[in-house]
């Protein structure tokens, strides 16, 4: 850990170096850039899915991206050191948003999992994935061993585990897993022995075995037992597998063409302007189409790889860790669901896939990555 900081520290600009254009403008390009284009590309596509569907969601869609990008800013022009100070109060809101979902939230894909107001809705798990890591970040920096103990773990992961049992409780398995990746990018960075990692694994292994016996609903064993045996039920719950995978496969190379798509158009492909509009996507584009989306993707990752090797302190490093990891795994899981190489759960894709309160929640991490970059400049 004390490596990587000397190392970011070492790519600071020389105080007496000549003014460049990337001093002038302090802004990571590739990953705003590549950012943009994504929620561009996901407007096109949520236009092409909901094309049967009625109108109102390419609309919508676009008030959330306008959103999106004014959160974006804000979460850029607050010192993210004055977050991390409120993290505290932040993940106790966001705790507390969770709770009230029982009390007065709203039924939406089978969990209650939405607080709002007539048709305007919103999920806290977004704006609670946001205050976990900001307070992992808080919590993390402070310690200054280079690895860290078991005991440190144990609050670490304390502190991701009360979101996650909150919003299983909902039910809604899939937003509750993508804590753990925030967590677990967090501790890579952070330092771990070989053999707490060992411990770790075990007790993962009983708690999925706990959750498998007495967390999960029927229908979420179902998906899973459909995803070892899809040929058990192809017109039931391996349905949407199934025509997912017709419709990535009927792309070939250049694709079908925009809005000529015959699974999406023909509405044989359910959630194809959610979870599932990476098929469409192909299905359209071919593999030109998701070698270029990919390839976004990728500048993206690696860009915010980037600016956390060059963050100035541990708070940053831990904070864009986290995030990265966050947005990596629903790029990686959404991907692999698509074309049925893991069990299909509620995680969408990041930019590109229908949602208010998804696609605020990632404008806001892109935001915070893009703050603790600034902050190179602003604080020196």
């Known amino acids: ?77 607050v010192d993210y050191h004055q977050l991390l100070s409120g993290s505290p109060w932040l993940y106790a809101l966001g705790v507390v948003s969770l709770v009230l ?57 304390a502190i991701t585990m009360l979101p996650v049992v909150i919003v299983s409780l909902e039910p809604d398995l899939g937003s509750a897993a993508m804590f753990l990746p925030i967590l677990g990018g967090m501790l890579l960075i952070a330092g771990v022995r070989w053999r707490t990692v060992a411990v770790a694994g075990v007790l993962g292994l009983v708690l999925a075995a706990g959750i498998w016996a007495f967390g999960m609903h029927d229908y979420q064993r179902q ?67 998701v070698a270029v989306v990919e390839g976004l993707y990728a500048v993206f990752l690696l860009s915010a790889a980037r600016i956390a090797m060059r963050a100035r302190n541990r708070g940053g490093i831990f904070l864009v860790s986290g995030l990265v990891a966050l947005i990596a795994f629903h790029v990686l899981y959404n991907t692999a669901m698509v074309v049925g190489l893991v069990p299909i759960t509620g995680i969408p894709l990041p930019f590109l896939s229908y949602g208010g309160s998804f696609t605020l929640m990632c404008c806001a991490a892109t935001g915070l990555i893009l703050n603790v970059d600034l902050r190179r400049y602003v604080n020196r």
Do not use: C
Not at 9 to 37: C, E, F, K, Q
Not at 48 to 53: D, I, M, N, R
């Open 1 to 77: 850990m004390r490596s990587s900081s000397r190392t970011g520290s070492s790519l600071l600009p020389l105080a007496d170096a000549p003014t460049s254009l990337r001093h002038l403008t302090p802004v990571d390009w590739g990953l705003m850039i590549s950012a943009l284009l994504l929620g561009l590309i996901g407007l096109a596509t949520v236009n092409s899915a909901s094309s049967e569907l009625g109108t109102g969601y390419l609309p919508r869609q676009a008030i959330w991206l306008g959103l999106g990008v004014v959160i974006l800013v804000v979460a850029l022009a």
């Open 101 to 157: 979902v029982f009390f007065i939230g709203k039924q939406a894909g089978g969990a209650q999992s939405r607080l709002g107001f007539g048709s305007l809705t919103f999920q806290p798990s977004e704006f609670a994935k946001l205050a976990t890591a900001l307070l992992l970040s808080r919590y993390l920096a402070g310690i200054k061993r280079p690895v860290l103990e078991l005991s440190n773990i144990a609050v670490a992961i």
């Open 223 to 289: 998906r899973v037992m459909t995803f070892l045996q899809p040929e058990s039920d192809p017109l039931g719950a391996g349905y949407q597998v199934r025509q997912s995978k017709i419709a990535v496969g009927s792309g070939g190379l250049l694709g079908q063409g925009y809005m000529q798509g015959t699974q999406s158009q023909l509405r044989f492909l359910p959630a194809r302007h959610t979870d599932f509009i990476f098929a469409v996507l192909a299905e359209e584009w071919g593999f030109a189409g």
